[in-house]
């Protein structure tokens, strides 16, 4: 008797759900699943009907980290390590390649790795030699911890910057903060951000848990009350008029900014 699904901060999961959404015909709505393929159908290329995010996309988030570091870090020779199984981390491996060289950088070297590796120096001393002025890493944080400790301990001192699944405490635990200077990543949310919904939302948090919220927290609760908020408009819990309302989503007050859904069900924030 489910009427709606929300959650999910992992891309291969999100597009996993979508299918028992779309094939149950029940709303569901992504925390921070970025790959495309969670809301649109990589078969046919058709917006999926019952399928929806709180988040910006690899194609913006890959964009951005590019312009960041062609322009903010004057970068121009960059090396990707990339997630072998990971759909998030090839999806922002494709979109950096693109928008970096369109930019007038060169991609130097693309590694691959697998989650849970232990020993990275090998492909980075291949990196190394391919001398980078960056290395791009859109992984996740346990993975990005050794990777960069391992690279600082083979001398290599460039920039290192990545993407929102670096957003962990445990990031620096495995990696140790004197090996994380100079490293970087692109994020949906930051607590620095002085919106009322924000503000709110940081005080509670910090009442509830006893310290500051990442941008998982903060994702998975504007996931949660997009759909709240498409419920109370549909005035209904019937699932085709939830489906509706979220899509016609817009102008949504959200903890991570203003927030409506575009004709591809993503979130695009004002």
Same mark, same amino acid.
């Given at each position: ?6 959650? +999910?901060?992992?891309?291969?999961? #999100?597009?996993?759900a ?10 569901? %709505?992504? $925390? ?19 399928t ?12 951005? #980290? ?5 322009k ?17 981390s ?8 693109g ?14 790795y ?10 980075l001393?291949? %990196?190394?030699?391919?001398?980078p ?10 993975? %990005? #911890? ?9 001398? +290599?001192?460039?920039?290192?910057? #990545? $993407? ?16 994380? *200077? ?16 924000? *503000? ?38 019937e ?7 979220? $899509? ?18 993503? $979130?695009?924030r004002?």
């Open positions: 008797k489910v009427v709606a699904i929300t959650g +999910i901060t992992v891309s291969s999961c #999100g597009i996993a979508s299918a028992v959404a779309e094939g149950n015909k029940i709303p569901f %709505v992504a $925390a921070a699943a970025v790959n495309p393929k969670v809301t649109v159908d990589e078969r046919t290329g058709k917006v999926k009907d019952y929806f995010r709180a988040c910006f996309i690899d194609s913006f988030q890959g964009r951005v #980290g590019a312009d960041f570091a062609l903010g870090l004057k970068t121009r020779k960059a090396a990707i390590l990339t997630d072998s199984a990971s759909d998030y090839k999806g922002l491996t494709e979109v950096f390649k928008a970096f060289t369109a930019g007038g950088g060169q991609i130097v070297a693309v590694e691959a697998l989650q849970k590796d232990q020993d990275y120096k090998p492909i001393t291949k %990196v190394k030699a391919q001398n002025d960056l290395l791009y890493i859109p992984g996740y944080y346990e993975d %990005v #911890g050794k990777i960069v400790k391992q690279a600082r301990e083979l001398g +290599i001192t460039v920039p290192v910057l #990545g $993407a929102d699944a670096w957003d962990s405490p445990v990031l620096v635990e495995m990696g140790g903060p004197q090996a994380l *200077n100079n490293t970087y990543f692109t994020n949906f949310y930051s607590i620095e951000d002085k919106n009322p919904a924000s *503000n709110k939302f940081v005080e509670a948090y910090k009442k509830e848990y006893g310290k500051t919220p990442d941008s998982m927290a903060a994702m998975g609760y504007d996931a949660a009350y997009l759909l709240v908020d498409a419920i109370k408009r549909a005035n209904s819990t699932a085709n008029k939830i489906r509706e309302a979220l $899509a016609a989503t817009k102008n949504f007050q959200s903890v991570s900014g203003e927030m409506s859904l575009n004709d591809t069900h993503d $979130a695009v004002g």
